[in-house]
């Protein structure tokens, strides 16, 4: 099982950015795949960002493409997401997330059902 911690969120102006963190521990190998998801009250946790941990592949939703960048550390087992020209209907509580194996399918990259290992979430607000 892999322990995952976040760090990062936080009040921020539309338009502003901020970085999450995600820190990773156990041993991590080229066929876990991490990223982030998010949450609002009475939704679907949502697929925001994932990136395969060999080769460095990313997987966004139209949402946030080309605002949110997902990178990754290798040395030391945490992926950043970098959230830049936030919007108000960002706001919702981020969860760090991997999950073990490499498939074809985007459904292993991109569907929060398919991940095992999820971190204790963290907020971020972003204000009109």
């Known amino acids: 099982q892999v322990r995952l911690v976040e760090s990062g969120g936080g009040l921020v102006q539309a338009g502003g950015s901020l970085r999450l963190s995600c820190a990773a521990s156990?041993?991590?190998?080229?066929?876990?795949?991490l990223g982030w998801f998010r949450q609002t009250p009475g939704k679907e946790r949502e697929f925001v960002a994932t990136?395969?941990?060999?080769?460095?592949?990313?997987y966004y939703p139209d949402s946030v493409k080309g605002r949110f960048t997902l990178s990754r550390d290798t040395a030391k087992n945490t992926v950043y997401l970098q959230m830049s020209s936030l919007k108000p209907e960002d706001t919702a509580v981020y969860y760090c997330?991997?999950?073990?194996?490499?498939?074809?399918?985007?459904?292993?990259?991109?569907?929060?059902?398919?991940?095992?290992?999820w971190g204790q979430g963290t907020q971020v607000t972003v204000s009109s």
């Open positions: 990136i395969r941990w060999g080769g460095g592949s990313t």
């Open positions: 156990g041993r991590i190998f080229s066929g876990f795949t």
């Open positions: 997330a991997a999950r073990e194996g490499a498939y074809s399918s985007t459904y292993y990259y991109t569907d929060p059902k398919a991940f095992g290992s």
